[in-house]
């Protein structure tokens, strides 16, 4: 689970905890979009109002830690 406050007005890092299988189809095009193609894997992305969300839609499957720059 995500812990609150996370995000930040820079980059965010996106971890894929959870496997988007046997997710609804949304959630997975959702994963798709910001990226993540497997479990475990991880982007960097430029922290928006978007991005926030499809973080919120796929919340339960993902970990968001702000980038240190």
């Given at each position: 689970?995500?812990?609150p406050n996370t995000?930040?007005?820079g980059k965010v890092q996106i971890k894929q905890v959870r496997s988007g299988s046997g997710q609804p189809k949304v959630m997975r095009l959702t994963l798709?979009?910001?990226g993540l193609r497997h479990?475990?894997?991880v982007v960097v992305h430029q922290d928006s109002p978007s991005l926030r969300g499809q973080?919120?839609?796929v919340r339960?499957?993902?970990e968001v830690t702000p980038v240190q720059e």
């Open positions: 689970k995500t812990a995000l930040t007005t798709e979009a910001l479990h475990q894997d973080i919120k839609r339960h499957l993902i």
